[in-house]
T-cell receptor, first 115, second 110 residues
Framework: GAVVSQHPSWVICKSGTSVKIECRSL??????MFWYRQFPKQSLMLMAT?????????EQGVEKDKFLINHASLTLSTLTVTSAHPEDSSFYIC???????????FGPGTRLTVL | KQEVTQIPAALSVPEGENLVLNCSFT??????LQWFRQDPGKGLTSLLL?????REQTSGRLNASLDKSSGRSTLYIAASQPGDSATYLC?????????FGKGNQVVVIP
């Protein structure tokens, strides 16, 4: 399957700071990247879909100015949580959209804890 | 909006028993259904993918069935092992969007 990496794997930050999460596709080119969030004991919820070279599409209820997504290349997408608050503490996972392939693969996730 | 439900939410079985995990979804207009495994604090590992035209898929001790008309899928794990302890997630793909259940948390007791 596709190999996806995320960095960092975990991060602890103070309230009000910004945190950037990187998602890299290591063995393929991803024109689309899905970003998910998972709270404890909950299902994964799609936050936004990014497309290389264009603006991301955000799901209802997700603030685009708070969760900045950049998909500048076919192998790298970043999610920046701006002015983080404790309620943003969650597990963030990326998943590349592979053209012509139905199976979905996921990164190892980033655990964000905001104090 | 697609709603995905997984039952039971949690279960414990002795080693060697077969596992049966259920997934139901409300909208039968799907492209495919995928089962994942998630270990604590980790990402998702793809187990099986069933296309909407298929009835089942098998990989080793794992077998997944799909009844699209009734909105159900079942994941069978034969002869469970302690290493099978994890959370199993069902994801339904409709219009290139995945809808996830909350998972079946499985503990296999040695």
């Amino acid at each position: 399957g596709a190999v996806v990496s995320q960095h960092p794997s975990w991060v602890i930050c103070k309230s009000g700071t910004s945190v950037k999460i990187e998602c890299r596709s290591l063995d393929f080119q991803a024109t689309t990247m899905f970003w998910y969030r998972q709270f404890p004991k909950q299902s994964l919820m799609l936050m936004a879909t990014s497309n290389e070279g264009s603006k991301a599409t955000y799901e209802q209820g997700v603030e685009k100015d708070k969760f900045l997504i950049n998909h500048a290349s076919l192998t790298l997408s970043t999610l920046t949580v701006t002015s983080a608050h404790p309620e943003d503490s969650s597990f963030y996972i990326c998943s590349p959209g592979l053209a012509g392939i139905n199976e979905q693969f996921f990164g190892p996730g980033t655990r964000l804890t905001v104090l | 909006k697609q709603e995905v439900t997984q039952i039971p939410a949690a279960l414990s079985v002795p080693e060697g028993e077969n596992l049966v995990l259920n997934c139901s979804f409300t909208d039968s207009a799907i492209y495919n259904l995928q089962w994942f495994r998630q270990d604590p604090g980790k990402g998702l590992t793809s187990l099986l993918l069933i296309q909407s035209s298929q009835r089942e898929q098998t990989s080793g001790r794992l077998n997944a069935s799909l009844d699209k008309s009734s909105g159900r899928s079942t994941l069978y794990i034969a002869a469970s092992q302690p290493g099978d302890s994890a959370t199993y997630l069902c994801a339904v793909n409709g219009n290139n969007r995945l809808a996830f259940g909350k998972g079946n948390q499985v503990v296999v007791i040695p």
